[in-house]
Nanobody, 122 residues
Framework: QVQLVESGGGSVHPGGSLRLSCVVS????????MGWFRHDPKVAPQGIAV???????TVARSVKGRFTVSRDNAKNTLYLQMNSLKPEDTAMYYC????????????????WGQGTRVTVSS
């Protein structure tokens, strides 16, 4: 059974930083993509960053230069380093994985974590 467990969310002031982690277990696929997505009731769900098993990445324009996605294949762990956080980054952040690589097309991901909440406010 595939499981994804996120951690690292919290509350920070604007300009602050957080590092999210997502541990994946139960995966027996060949190389796969992992990504971060965020949902907030006030805006449309958004794909944030995706990284393939070879290290190729794609990052949403809204966070480029502030967020960095990385992964440790030996630990089956995905990371999202978030710097210079803004109030509009407030959302539930979810990690997702898939044996294919849908990149930022979140509807095509088959495996999701439960999410971790990020709140940016002064």
């Amino acid at each position: 059974q595939v499981q994804l467990v996120e951690s690292g969310g919290g509350s920070v002031h604007p300009g602050g930083s957080l590092r999210l982690s997502c541990v994946v277990s139960g995966v027996s696929w060949p190389p796969y993509c992992m990504g971060w997505f965020r949902h907030d009731p006030k805006v449309a769900p958004q794909g944030i960053a995706v990284i393939a098993s070879d290290g190729s990445t794609t990052v949403a324009r809204s966070v480029k230069g502030r967020f960095t996605v990385s992964r440790d294949n030996a630990k089956n762990t995905l990371y999202l380093q978030m710097n210079s956080l803004k109030p509009e980054d407030t959302a539930m952040y979810y990690c997702a994985a898939d044996p294919l690589c849908p990149w930022l097309s979140q509807a095509e991901y088959n495996y999701w974590g439960q999410g971790t909440r990020v709140t940016v406010s002064s």
